[in-house]
């Protein structure tokens, strides 16, 4: 039971980056320094069993706070390069795009 409680909590914090970054226009890279160290370090911690069961959630979460710390930061910044390794498949398009899992809850819970 103690995995469902640290993949929630790296979940939430992944969540919680990328409502923090999004449409932000300025922001300093130091106030992020602990919580994307802090989530490098949980995501390597997860043997690639259990990875593998939420890695493409992450990848659209990710990938979507990443684009929106690209554009203030930098795309060469360590902070998005740090994140974009946690990122295995495709990524969306834009920190905009939320498609997908309008689509996929459409289809679990319907409208």
Known sequence: MEMYREIFEF???VGA???YVFKKDHLAANE????????V?????????IK?????SLDRTM??????????LGS???HVLSLKLLIAGDIPAT???FNREKEEKSKKYGP
């Open 52 to 56: 593998a069961h939420f890695q493409g």
């Open 76 to 78: 060469e910044h360590e």
């Open 63 to 72: 990938g979507r706070a990443v684009h929106s710390l690209s554009a203030i």
């Open 32 to 39: 992020l320094d602990d919580w994307i160290h802090n989530l």
């Open 17 to 19: 980056l990328e409502g």
């Open 11 to 13: 979940a939430a914090s």
């Open 95 to 97: 920190s905009h795009d």
């Open 41 to 49: 370090k949980q995501y390597e911690e997860f043997p690639d069993e």
